[in-house]
């Protein structure tokens, strides 16, 4: 994130058309959501405002020194009115598809409590996996292997969201594979239905609390990594 300062140039933007396997490209994007019901009902206002498709404005508050509203450019700002479809087609699906690519990709979201990461992670997930299903079922011809393995990351405690036992699990140090998570699950899938399934499992052990911002707050990380290989 940079502010807008006059003619200042900026960097050129990610194409979205996926990279080599010598590149690292990092495309981000802003989604604002709309006020909920006790934000409408204490007359709260909307700080953010979306100028573009790259462009947001943050109007200074009340009693705050500087009264000229600071603008900020990123690859891609969504507003209010989009959809998760819409942040999944034009933020998202191109870089989780480059795994067809042999590319590994990374797909993350990071706000305060009750800005919509759940809700929106949630969504592009399905919508990707509904993509990833879809290529398999075109390519009759390659016979395709999908393994998911899911952990959650709480007050520093990384347990295996896939297993019953809540044993804190250790990340060690790979010289070949980098940081791993020591005796993590690693469950083939069967197919889409059975992929629903963990999924749904996980959301379920996931800690949950309420906050003075969100009644049903997500009190943890989860992180989701699908691994996927095929022969011809």
Same mark, same amino acid.
């Given at each position: 994130m940079r502010p807008i300062c006059g003619d200042e140039g900026f960097p050129p933007r990610w194409d979205g058309q996926g990279s080599s396997a010598h590149e690292e490209k990092i495309f981000v994007s802003i989604r604002v959501r709309p006020l909920n019901d006790r934000e409408i009902s204490r007359n709260d206002f909307a700080d953010w405002e979306c100028i573009n498709n790259n462009t947001i404005l943050l109007k200074n508050s009340q009693g705050e020194r500087s009264s000229t509203p600071t603008a900020y450019q990123f690859d891609r700002v969504f507003g209010c009115e989009c959809s998760t479809r819409q942040v999944y087609d034009e933020a998202a699906k191109k870089v989780f598809l480059s795994v067809l690519n042999g590319i590994n990709s990374s797909i993350f979201a990071y706000g305060q409590t009750s800005s919509g990461k759940t809700f929106t992670m949630s969504g592009v997930t399905e919508y990707a996996l509904q993509d990833i299903y879809e290529h398999i079922d075109k390519h009759n011809e390659r016979k395709f292997v999908?393994?998911?393995s899911a952990i959650e990351i709480y007050n520093?405690?990384?347990? @295996?969201?896939?297993?019953?036992?809540?044993?804190?699990?250790?990340l060690l140090d790979d010289p070949e594979r980098g940081t791993v998570v020591e005796k993590l699950s690693e469950v083939t899938?069967? @197919?889409?239905?059975?992929?629903n399934e963990l999924l749904s499992m996980c959301e379920a052990q996931r800690q949950i609390g309420e906050t003075s911002l969100n009644g049903m707050s997500s009190?943890?990380?989860?992180?989701?990594?699908?691994?996927?290989?095929?022969?011809s």
């Open positions: 999908l393994k998911l520093e405690v990384v347990r @295996d969201l896939l297993s019953s036992d809540n044993t804190p699990l250790r899938l069967t @197919d889409q239905s059975h992929l009190r943890s990380h989860q992180i989701l990594r699908l691994v996927m290989s095929w022969t």
